[in-house]
């Protein structure tokens, strides 16, 4: 028996069966590759390798292929770092924080927002690495191994080296709790396969996993407690994150509001990035009666109020500045709003505060082609918040003879599209040949009783339900 | 090759179905051997009378081994292997070590209870899975019930399941090659015989 709510619209429409999603699912899977797919591969591809040449010229030739000056040493990089994180961030808050709080729409846009995470992640993790100008000593560097010039170790205080744990931990712990949601999908796509190489290969990725029900129990204890691991996880991230600049003694970055300020403005631009990817794998992949206006209206206020969160965020910290009574603190931000960037300020304040606000009106968060414009202008607000707090904060120090403006080198714009590249290779190849859409939570949340198909869902719990139709749960 | 008919196997298409048939079954002294869903089923595993799983308690222990790693890692390379003043603090300075102490712990902790999971459930890439029905992990819940482990007759069990709800009731057997779940036989049988069963309609 299903209680059938009059305010919520179902999760999965279109009447849809069991059967109907496990074919809607692994059809793209098991089919050849559209053309447009072909189209976005080579796309990808090229910005991969036309990014990758300027990269490599860096790597060769060192950072000073960057547009980096005596007082902005840190620009485009750890913009793009931070930006890449942030983006990240929606992914794990839809698998885990949504899976806590048992929000069960989460469940057919959480495998891709997952693949988001694990790849803007790996982009992410580029920025660090490269930025060290030599990284393949670099690498070793960060890790806590005792030197060869004596037993000089990493420097516990320091927050670099926190970032260094927290980006590992968080992409290892992300792909643990991604790859553990596609086992039994795989093992779907096994049991399809009806040629030796799929079944081979779709076998192994399921690790012979076979639906029993006492794996199944284990399993679901694993997810949960993935997802409770990973919520604070996120938080701890982004914090960390924040501490690279919050615990430093430069005007504009010594605040102690970054932590939360980071942490609003990572969900905000993950979301964004979300409905940006999914509005078109919806689009392509016909997932329409999944990935329904519900979904997508959820996601634009998600992306309303972490909008107003930043802003809120922004307002707090001018203020702050001024009731501090320290100049320098003020000047820096005086300077961020009015100084040689002031352009930079205003798109974002425009970008990231006033644009989010258009998703109270119903119309626009339903009107699909304006989400999606709004995404876009969100993710382009949310870096250049981040280009707002490094370079603005460094291009006044407190010397004014080595003041400069800085000018980003097309290297800089190549590396930067390099990542672009890297990561949409990644995700088209995901979207090829992973499911990208966790068949087995939706199935989970479609109650498809007496062969009838209930075109609604179950919101309320089961100690509501008549005695009658109750599920026994006593032996 | 010799094949032995020992397991009875009830296909049911509805999960409450599914779970009002187990506890049914149990009552009447059945012995299931095991079900397999597409989906966890909730409340299956209280009728089938499994114990709590003991995954929370492996990511707890796992999860202790790693802050005590972290804080006896950070611990002995800043307070006694070479001790550093960095900023006038103290050489053991604990705040500084929280972040990395609590991004160890949950690091060991979901390393440590998903391997836990893999490993007690033998899940291994080269795994041969023992499957009765494809269609278990599309649409169906499949019910094994082992002929040789219960008392009563193969025809008075299938009446039993046909009773409960079982849509289709089949006999499954595998054989002495299948049963010894050989990863080279399975890859060499792929390749010599092709796929011979599947979810979906196999051609020609």
């Known amino acids: 028996m299903q209680i059938v709510s009059k305010v919520r619209e179902p999760l999965v429409t279109g009447g849809k069966t069991y059967k109907d999603i496990t074919e809607d699912v692994c059809r793209p899977v098991e089919a050849n590759p559209s053309k447009g797919w072909f189209g976005g591969m080579a796309l990808s591809l090229f910005l991969l390798l036309a990014g990758g040449y300027y990269l490599g010229d860096m790597l060769w030739n060192g950072i000073g292929r960057w547009g980096l000056n005596k007082t902005v040493q840190w620009a485009w990089d750890i913009t793009n770092f931070v930006w890449w994180v942030g983006i990240g961030h929606a992914g794990t808050l839809i698998s885990a924080v949504l899976l806590l709080f048992r929000q069960k729409w989460r469940t057919s846009i959480n495998r891709a927002a997952e693949a988001m995470t694990i790849f803007a992640v790996i982009c992410a993790a580029i920025w660090p690495v490269v930025h060290m100008g030599r990284p393949w000593i670099g690498g070793i560097w960060a890790l806590p191994l005792p030197n060869t010039y004596g037993s000089l170790w990493v420097n516990f205080n320091s927050p670099l080296l926190w970032d260094v744990f927290a980006i590992s931990t968080y992409f290892s712990v992300s792909l643990v709790f991604w790859f553990i949601g596609l086992v039994p999908d795989f093992a779907t796509i096994r049991d399809r396969a009806i040629k030796p190489i799929p079944r081979l290969i779709y076998g192994a990725l399921s690790m012979g996993f076979n639906g029993s029900a006492k794996t199944w129990m284990h399993y679901e204890a694993v997810s949960l407690i993935l997802a409770g691991l990973s919520t604070p996880l996120v938080l701890s991230v982004h914090t960390i994150v924040s501490m690279d600049f919050a615990t430093s003694v430069i005007p504009g970055w010594h605040t102690t509001i970054f932590p939360p300020y980071f942490v609003a403005g990572a969900i905000f631009s993950g979301f964004a990035m979300v409905l940006t990817l999914m509005l078109v794998t919806r689009k392509l992949y016909k997932l329409e009666d999944y990935i329904t206006m519900e979904h997508i209206e959820m996601m634009s206020l998600v992306v309303t109020i972490t909008g107003s969160v930043v802003g809120i965020a922004y307002i707090t910290e001018f203020v702050i500045a001024w009731y501090s009574g320290v100049e320098y603190e003020q000047y820096a931000f005086v300077n961020r709003m009015t100084g040689q960037y002031w352009w930079a300020y205003w798109s974002m304040m425009a970008c990231n505060v006033i644009s989010p606000q258009v998703f109270y009106v119903k119309k626009l968060r339903t009107n699909i082609p304006f989400i999606f414009f709004i995404s876009i202008v969100v993710n382009i607000g949310m870096w250049f918040e981040r280009f707002v707090i490094i370079v603005t904060s460094l291009h006044r120090d407190y010397l004014p003879s080595s003041w400069l403006y800085f000018n980003p080198t097309i290297t800089d714009v190549m590396c930067y599209v390099f990542t672009f590249g890297l990561f949409f290779t990644l995700f088209l190849a995901f979207a090829k040949y992973f499911p990208v859409v966790n068949m087995a939570e939706v199935k989970s949340v479609l109650k498809d009783s007496d062969s009838k198909v209930y075109k609604s869902r179950r919101t309320i719990s089961n100690e509501v339900v008549p005695e009658a139709d109750r599920v026994p749960v006593d032996l | ?204």
């Open chain 2, 1 to 204: 090759m010799e094949k032995n008919t020992n397991y009875l196997v009830g296909v049911f298409g509805d999960q409450d179905i599914l779970v009002k048939a187990v506890k049914a079954l149990r009552k009447k002294g059945v012995k299931i051997y095991e079900v397999f869903t597409p989906y966890p089923v909730h409340f299956l595993e209280d009728a089938l009378g499994y114990k709590r799983s003991w995954m929370p308690r492996a990511a707890f222990g796992f999860g202790a081994l790693g802050t005590t790693c972290a804080i006896l890692l950070q611990s002995w390379i800043m307070g006694f292997e070479w001790p550093m003043i960095i900023g006038g603090k103290g050489f053991i300075a604990i705040p500084d070590f929280v972040p990395i102490t609590f991004e160890l712990t949950v690091l060991f902790s979901a390393f440590g209870m998903a391997g836990s999971f893999f490993v007690s459930q033998d899940l291994k890439p080269h795994k041969v899975p023992q499957i009765f029905d494809r269609r278990q992990s599309d649409d169906k819940h499949i019910m094994a019930i082992d002929l040789a482990k219960n008392s009563l007759s193969e025809d008075e069990l299938k009446a039993l399941l046909q009773e409960v709800g079982a849509e289709e009731v089949n006999n499954k057997s595998f054989t002495e090659r299948e049963k010894k779940a050989s990863f080279f036989d399975y890859v060499s049988d792929l390749f010599t015989k092709g796929v011979t069963d599947s979810a979906r309609e196999l051609k020609g």
